[in-house]
């Protein structure tokens, strides 16, 4: 196989995205569909479910449900088996600083964004060894830096760069990769969300937030959600086999002075 040819998956991968109904769950989950994979997506959103492109099979599942995790799996089970499991799943938490920031919403980030993607990993791990297969976890540049007033977020992402980096040095041996993905600020009504209530934090306006968010981006633009589906495409394609164990970055983001 030569180098270029390498960087295509090969045909018949069974791919299993979480929250892939819609963003970049469901951009990567495309992705894969047309690189000649089968794939089968979770998510809370019924609706959305139903309006999957043919040839994408789901669940409902809340991440935070160990049964509705379960019984994930049982579906999957349809595959015969998987070769990548891509732990999607994420919210963006509150926007709140430490004073305010509510128990409850505290627990609910950690408990998606984290625990989330343990309960995804932990029932994934047998069959990824016996697939000699990939785990991608969805972390975030917020997983590198300081983020104020989205603290929860923030940890939580850095907690899936150490369960990413962990369950690397231990599945590596039985033949399993396990890499991070770090989206920058990727285009979508979540992002939107998030410049609005950090607009409202600081009583300044949209515009203005904006503004300040891309001057932090050496290319002044939001990355795409096909930009991660690429990514997830080159980790498991052969091009991508000696890569396990690290946090990948698809962002401009520079930090200077
Ligand atoms: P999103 O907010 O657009 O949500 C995508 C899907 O997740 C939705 O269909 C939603 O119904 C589903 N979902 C929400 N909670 C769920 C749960 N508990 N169980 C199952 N499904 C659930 O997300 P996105 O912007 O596409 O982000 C995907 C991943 O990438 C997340 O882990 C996110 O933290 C990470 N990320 C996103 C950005 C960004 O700018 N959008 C940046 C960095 C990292």
Redesign the pocket.
């Known amino acids: 196989m030569n180098v270029v040819e390498s960087l295509t998956p090969r045909q018949g991968l069974r791919v299993l995205v979480?929250?892939g109904?819609?963003?970049?769950?469901l951009a990567i989950a495309k992705a894969f569909v047309q690189a000649g994979a089968r794939v089968h997506v979770?998510?809370?959103?019924s609706e959305?479910l139903a309006a999957l492109p043919d040839g994408i099979t789901h669940t409902r599942?809340?991440?935070?449900r160990e049964d509705e995790v379960a019984r994930l799996f049982d579906d999957a089970r349809a595959l015969g088996g998987l070769d990548v499991v891509v732990n999607?799943?994420?919210?963006?938490g509150p926007t709140a600083g430490i004073d305010e920031i509510d128990h409850a919403s505290w627990t609910q980030t950690i408990d998606?964004?984290l625990n989330?993607q343990y309960r995804v990993a932990h029932r994934a791990a047998p069959l990824l060894r016996e697939s000699q297969g990939l785990l991608v976890n969805?972390a975030?540049v917020a997983g590198r830096l300081g983020f104020a007033y989205r603290t929860p977020y923030a940890a939580s992402k850095w907690a899936v760069v150490g369960l990413t980096k962990s369950l690397a040095c231990e599945l590596g041996p039985d033949g399993v990769r396990v890499n991070a993905i770090l989206?920058g600020?990727?285009r979508?009504?979540?992002?939107e969300k998030v410049i609005e209530d950090r607009a409202a934090k600081r009583g300044i306006s949209y515009a203005e937030m904006e503004t300040e968010n891309l001057s932090k981006i050496s290319m002044r633009r939001m990355v795409e959600p096909t930009d991660i589906a690429a990514m997830a495409l080159f980790l498991a394609a052969p091009g991508g086999t000696n890569i396990s164990g690290q946090a990948l970055s698809v962002c401009a983001n520079v930090e200077s002075l």
């Open positions: 979480t929250a109904a819609s963003g970049i769950g979770c998510d809370i959103d959305a599942c809340d991440v935070s999607n799943a994420g919210i963006a998606i964004n989330g969805l975030s989206p600020i990727v979508g009504p979540r992002i």
